[in-house]
């Protein structure tokens, strides 16, 4: 797709910083940049070299604006395939929306969100999922993310997704071949070559997918509920992993009433930690709607933390929400264990089937237990990260699921000694499905649809 728009924006962050970026990309792209840079040497960046860095002013007329470096990146050897000049300047705001206004006024066009990159994908610098994986490592939230994001964005993915559909685009071919010329090719013992190429991308599939809940949780954080009776400590739980007063806590009954929400990074996990308010049968109106937001929250917890009054007897609000924690991740911190401890343990730990800790939001004792329980259930249990493939992108799996779903069909097929020009509609779906995942079978409304949500200047 050629593209002839000179496109400009601000590629450095928001806010005051020592040096900010003003990208330009396009075919005019030198030339744009050549009318408001006056170099050093009073040499034109036209003539110079791909890959070379100049120091000059940016000038409005005979008015300078800023002093500035200007790397100069001549097509195809550049992030979008095209010409581009990239502008640093001082990082003030007022600087840079004075030096993008004058690119603007010489000829370039203000960029759309994630432009640069979509005019990389379109221009074969990228495949869709690299450049959906460029945007997945700037939001990155922790290491697994971070490191997902980078294997992404080096082509793990892509790399297998052109195996799959390398062998499968293979039998498609052999099989219109073979019906259209049978007196050369031969489709005698064809079946079990097919379904070792079955047996083996359905297995490959299959565990892409599986990883997606890991990758979710990788890519997006572990949502952890806080739950307990009203004055458990839930919210004084809060602000020792935060390590700062969020929340409000009171020697009064029924304080929390809504959830608060807060993001901890745990060796190199990211916790978007809830604090709901406490459970319990209650005729306040205003707080059983939060008891009941408290219960919605757990449904879709991916780790619940159930604080307990070590100081009293469990009660029908405590086995409520052991009930609630039933079939979810869930630890169960006794607090209070400062002052003395009534719960019998070992009989909460046979009923709950889950770990207890003994804690003291009072003194901070068992906050270093707590944590490193949680290390070691997402480290060395459900998410722990390797060089693995981990699909973290909700796109990548429906189209991961219907490719399943057509392999899945012909292997129905052939084991039924269906005909084999019957295979060949299941298997293309199958490659198209994959085709998805790295845009090469892409409608124009979802690649703008997905740029869209990129941030200026990428």
Do not use: W
Not at 196 to 208: A, F, P, V, Y
Not at 268 to 288: C, F, H, M, Y
């Amino acid at each position: 797709m050629k593209i002839t728009e000179t496109i400009a924006a601000i590629s450095s962050s928001a806010g005051n910083s020592g040096i900010g970026i003003i990208r330009i990309s396009g075919d005019e792209a030198i030339e744009v940049a050549d009318r408001v840079f006056k170099s050093h040497k009073n040499i034109r960046l036209k003539d110079v070299d791909s890959h070379t860095v100049h120091y000059g002013h940016i000038v409005d007329g005979d008015k300078i604006i800023d002093q500035v470096l200007v790397i100069v990146l001549k097509n195809p050897h550049s992030y979008t395939g095209e010409d581009t000049v990239e502008i640093d300047c001082h990082g003030g705001m007022l600087i840079l929306k004075k030096v993008l206004e004058l690119v603007l006024k010489n000829g370039a066009k203000a960029a759309e969100p994630g432009e640069f990159t979509k005019r990389a994908f379109l221009n074969g610098k990228l495949d869709l999922s690299q450049a959906e994986a460029v945007m997945d490592l700037i939001n990155s939230k922790n290491n697994f993310a971070l490191d997902s994001s980078i294997n992404q964005l080096r082509g793990n993915i892509s790399e297998e997704i052109k195996e799959l559909r390398s062998s499968i685009i293979y039998h498609i071919a052999f099989i219109e071949s073979a019906l259209d010329d049978p007196e050369h090719i031969s489709l005698d013992g064809y079946e079990d070559e097919i379904n070792e190429m079955l047996n083996d991308n359905i297995l490959r599939i299959k565990k892409m997918i599986k990883s997606f809940d890991n990758g979710k949780i990788m890519k997006e954080g572990v949502k952890t509920v806080i739950l307990g009776k009203p004055n458990a400590g839930k919210s004084s739980l809060l602000n020792l992993m935060l390590g700062e007063e969020r929340a409000i806590v009171t020697d009064i009954e029924g304080t929390t009433r809504d959830t608060l929400e807060e993001n901890i990074n745990l060796g190199g996990i990211s916790l978007k930690i809830i604090d709901t308010a406490g459970i319990r049968n209650t005729d306040d109106k205003v707080e059983q709607i939060g008891v009941n937001k408290a219960k919605d929250m757990a449904k879709d917890a991916d780790l619940i933390i159930f604080v307990a009054d070590g100081s009293k007897e469990l009660d029908d609000n405590d086995r409520d929400i052991i009930n609630i924690i039933e079939d979810k991740p869930a630890i169960i911190l006794i607090n209070k264990s400062d002052i003395n401890t009534v719960i019998d343990i070992d009989a909460l730990k046979e009923s709950s089937k889950r770990d207890v800790i003994l804690f003291s939001a009072k003194e901070g004792h068992g906050i270093d237990v707590l944590e490193d329980k949680i290390e070691k259930m997402f480290y060395s249990g459900k998410v722990t990260y390797n060089d693995q493939i981990y699909i973290t992108n909700a796109r990548h799996k429906e189209a991961l699921d219907n490719a399943y779903d057509s392999l899945c069909r012909v292997k129905e097929s052939v084991d039924a000694g269906m005909p084999e020009d019957f295979y060949s509609i299941d298997l293309m779906d199958a490659y198209e499905s994959l085709g998805l995942i790295i845009g090469e079978s892409v409608e124009d409304d979802l690649v703008n649809e997905i740029f869209s949500k990129f941030c200026m200047g990428k």
